[in-house]
């Protein structure tokens, strides 16, 4: 029955190259719908004698069968081409967890930045700020360090190509000391202030890094002395070690803006291998570490910012907000600090939650 064979073979060319499903669809309702041409042949086994339907019946049968067959095929094959294409519009990563609760914590540098600055507001210090893009003339002339002075070279500066609105270089400020300038220039005294920073110098190793942090301390009003210096300091210490027996040794020594100019040390015992702060460093087993460095203001300093010298005295301390946040929370490499690694930031960061206070413990701990 050759017009069966070509109408099956037509049918089954055509389903075959159907596009997509709503083509598809559309070749099966003309097949096999109720008004289909498959559908009609199949009515005519109904008029046909019974000798005629034996020999024509499978005949028929196998052509709906051959037809629904390449139907189902090409619908399968349709989807799952449909779907290939659908995966590869559509990106995602599965590689990362998904947090299962935020992950964000607050950074050791700013949890020591807010911790000092609630024990200062306490003994009636602000908190004064000053650019990281720097003069050179706050940064070291208004300091006491002119062109030619040798402490210039110490500090390692990253300087600017072009030139200072006050004549000198443009620099990255290399200490907190400039905001002091900035601030007795811009509100005379007397002044208490903290001045926590950025700063920079050209230095790299497990206890330096280029850039770092330092809180620079000022205070400017009439009668001050060496013992208000010590007193501020002790009281801070204490507050932030949370310890009463933090011992301090001040030694001579020299900075170009203070004079005199003390080097101040604290006391550690030596427990488990660890330096612990407390204690005097001369009891046995103990010993001296190097903490800040400050003084009494230079009264060239004082001078050169705009005030009289003989009426306005003062000191100034600058200490390593890094250092601090080490000595405190126990890391031992600087670098890591800056690493930006999640693993360190979950182990040493801090819950937003935490904010420092002095009733609650400025260095409270979940
Ligand atoms: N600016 C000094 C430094 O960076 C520290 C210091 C500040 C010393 C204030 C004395 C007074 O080393």
Redesign the pocket.
């Known amino acids: 029955m050759s017009e069966l064979d070509t109408l099956g073979s037509a049918a089954i060319a055509r389903i075959e190259a159907a596009e997509d499903l709503s083509a598809l669809e559309a070749l099966r309702v003309e097949f096999l719908g109720k008004q289909g041409s498959v559908s009609a042949l199949l009515k005519t086994l109904g008029q046909m004698s019974p000798e005629e339907r034996q020999s024509e019946g499978p005949k028929i049968h196998a052509l709906r069968e051959a037809v629904t067959g390449a139907l189902a095929a090409r619908k399968e094959a349709l989807e799952s081409a449909a779907l290939e294409a659908q995966l590869a519009s559509e990106t995602l990563d599965l590689s990362l967890p998904a947090p299962e609760a935020p992950r964000g914590s607050v950074h050791p540098v700013s949890q020591v930045m807010d911790e000092l600055a609630e024990i200062f507001a306490d003994m009636g210090f602000a908190v004064a700020t000053g650019p990281e893009i720097e003069d050179d003339w706050y940064n070291f002339t208004a300091?006491n360090m002119p062109e030619s002075h040798p402490a210039r070279a110490m500090h390692d500066t990253f300087y600017f190509p072009d030139t200072a609105p006050k004549g000198g270089k443009t620099l990255l400020r290399?200490?907190?000391?400039p905001v002091?300038v900035r601030t007795m220039m811009a509100d005379g005294g007397p002044l208490r202030i903290i001045a926590p920073g950025r700063?920079y110098r050209s230095d790299s190793d497990a206890t330096h890094t280029p850039m770092f942090h330092?809180v620079?301390?000022?205070v400017i009003d009439r009668d001050i002395h060496l013992g208000h210096l010590k007193w501020t300091l002790e009281t801070f210490l204490k507050a932030f070690f949370e310890r009463d027996d933090i011992v301090l040794r001040l030694r001579p020594s020299y900075?170009p803006?203070?004079e005199p100019?003390v080097e101040v040390d604290v006391g550690f015992a030596i427990e488990a291998g660890r330096r612990v702060l407390g204690g005097s460093g001369d009891a046995p087993g103990h010993g001296w570490m190097e903490l800040?460095?400050?003084?009494m203001?230079n009264r060239r300093v004082i001078e050169m910012s705009g005030l009289e010298p003989d009426e306005w005295q003062g000191f100034?301390?600058?200490?390593g907000v890094d250092r601090l946040a080490m000595l405190k929370y126990g890391m031992d490499d600087l670098r890591a600090f800056f690493d930006g690694d999640v693993r360190w930031l979950r182990h040493y960061g801090f819950s937003a939650f935490d904010q420092p206070t002095l009733s609650g413990g400025v260095g409270a701990r979940p």
Do not use: I
């Open positions: 300091l290399t200490h907190t000391s002091q700063v330092q620079e301390g000022l900075f803006f203070t100019s800040l460095g400050s003084g203001v100034a301390f600058g200490v």
